[in-house]
């Protein structure tokens, strides 16, 4: 009989797991290029936070349901297999493991041994030593047991949400860019120009909210999961809304609308601007523990997936293997750590990245079109959450996902073309796993 997870997990664990994976390092980062694609207009760039979190809360919301309902290890992957098949549910972990997780650990690593050069000075190869060594430290974390590598998780979550909001806190008290926002709050333009500035700014603001999903990967390991795990994705993805609005706010009061629209690296900024360089390097201290908190996020789901796919024998078999001590998919963590290692050490992530990570949206939005698939063949089934106003949330939620993958094709359709190409290379590795599981079947089926 095939072993288990252990279920280890509970509500608070995935509350700030999904918190601590997707806030990396993009609050502190990106705020100005939205507030600029929203035309310097602070009620606008709000709203588009605002809306862009409430999507990502529809989205929660559907998987909350199908985890619930069958609250396996892989999430995602497990939907897509059973509404869809097993082709494309394979293409998912395959783009997963390959680029998408891997190359967003080793965009983590890099980040983290780059700003760890603002505290200290760093030679090119230990800054390349240091991303290195964050991924092994992250991996031994979570080979150790998910018990402990959660215990971490929450930790670090809880330290950069206080950061954050002591940081959003102080520059809101001791700044005064907010009385100049007078006239700036919206565009004097009519209903279509208000749409238009939101559609320009929306794209960049999902990103910001993606990685929520990768909680599903870890619904196998959750205590009662038919309650614990809607409950959760709810009240993680309502808390990332109201993290992300207070920032915004607190970097304005701190520059002024034009100060952040200039800025790149708006939080360091409006702390050294208010307070001086070692509060800048207090905040560089609470982005260096933001970033580890969300590899350690990917490193605690994304394996489950790989782990999932092994037990379908469509992967490599060793990353079905649980280790015997510490209960963990331990082979498949270390594989995927060790590519995201070489794609750090090398610094080829960055392109395939770029290129494959809008395909991401394809599969979230195949995910949450699963509930119809289970809805219609399993009328009958417990579930003990049904997403809310059904069937109008899932739909959203996919035409929100449908847009950002159809403005990269209209807007880069190049990058697209290569995204997709790199996705459909796992095709002849599936063919090749799908004809051993049917040679297998068809000889088990012939044996006496």
């Known amino acids: 009989m095939k072993q288990d997870l ?23 980062l990106v705020p100005g290029g939205v507030l600029q694609q929203s035309g310097g207009h602070i009620g606008l760039a709000l709203m ?3 809306i862009g979190g409430i999507l990502s809360l529809l989205g929660a919301l559907t998987y909350g349901e199908l985890g619930a309902m069958n609250p396996a290890a892989g999430g995602l992957y497990v939907y897509m297999r059973d509404a869809f098949g097993r082709l494309p549910a394979f293409l998912y972990g395959w783009t997963l493991f390959f680029v998408i997780s891997s190359g967003s650990v080793a965009t983590l690593a890099v ?12 030679s090119p190869l230990v800054e390349r030593l240091v991303a290195v060594g964050m991924i092994v430290v992250v991996a031994i974390v979570n080979v150790l047991g998910t018990r402990k590598s959660a215990n971490v998780q929450n930790w670090t979550t809880g330290i950069k949400v206080a950061a954050i909001i002591v940081m959003s806190l102080a520059l809101i008290a001791f700044g005064d860019g907010l009385g100049s926002v007078r006239g700036q709050a919206w565009p004097d333009v009519g209903a279509a120009g208000l749409v238009a500035g939101l559609g320009t700014a929306m794209i960049g603001v999902l990103w910001a909210y993606e990685g929520w999903q990768y909680v599903t990967f870890a619904a196998g390991e959750t205590v009662e999961p038919e309650r614990n795990f809607p409950r959760a994705m709810l009240i993680g993805t309502s808390a990332l809304i109201a993290i992300y609005l207070l920032p915004n706010i607190a ?13 790149d690296r708006v939080a360091s900024e409006a702390v050294t601007a208010l307070m001086g360089p070692t509060a800048g390097n207090l905040i560089a201290a609470a982005i260096l523990i933001s970033i ?28 079905a293997d649980i280790h015997p001590r510490f209960g963990t998919p331990a082979f498949a963590i270390v594989a995927s750590s060790a590519w995201a290692v070489l794609l750090a050490a090398t610094g080829t992530f960055e392109q395939l990245l770029t290129y494959v990570v809008f395909a991401g949206w394809i599969f979230y939005a195949l995910g949450a079109m699963s509930i119809f698939a289970y809805r219609r063949r399993r009328p009958a089934a417990k579930r003990p959450f049904s997403v809310p106003l059904y069937p109008l949330t899932p739909l959203l939620f996919i035409l929100a996902a449908a847009a950002i993958v159809l403005n990269t094709v209209i807007a880069q359709p190049g990058r697209a073309l290569v995204g997709i190409a ?9 063919l090749f796993w799908s004809s051993k599981l049917n040679a297998s079947a068809r000889t088990a089926g012939g044996a006496p």
């Open 6 to 28: 252990p279920r280890t997990l509970t509500q608070t664990d995935l509350v700030l797991l999904l918190v601590g994976t997707v806030i990396g390092s993009g609050i502190f």
């Open 48 to 50: 588009v936070w605002l």
């Open 111 to 122: 980040a983290f041994a780059r700003y760890a050069e603002q505290l200290i000075d760093l």
């Open 251 to 263: 970097y304005i009061a701190a520059l002024g609308p034009d100060g952040v629209v200039r800025s």
């Open 292 to 319: 580890f908190s969300a590899a350690n996020g990917l490193t605690l789901t994304a394996p489950r997936v790989y782990f999932a796919m092994a037990r379908d024998r469509v992967f490599f078999s060793r990353l």
């Open 422 to 430: 790199v996705v459909l290379l796992g095709a002849p590795a599936y």
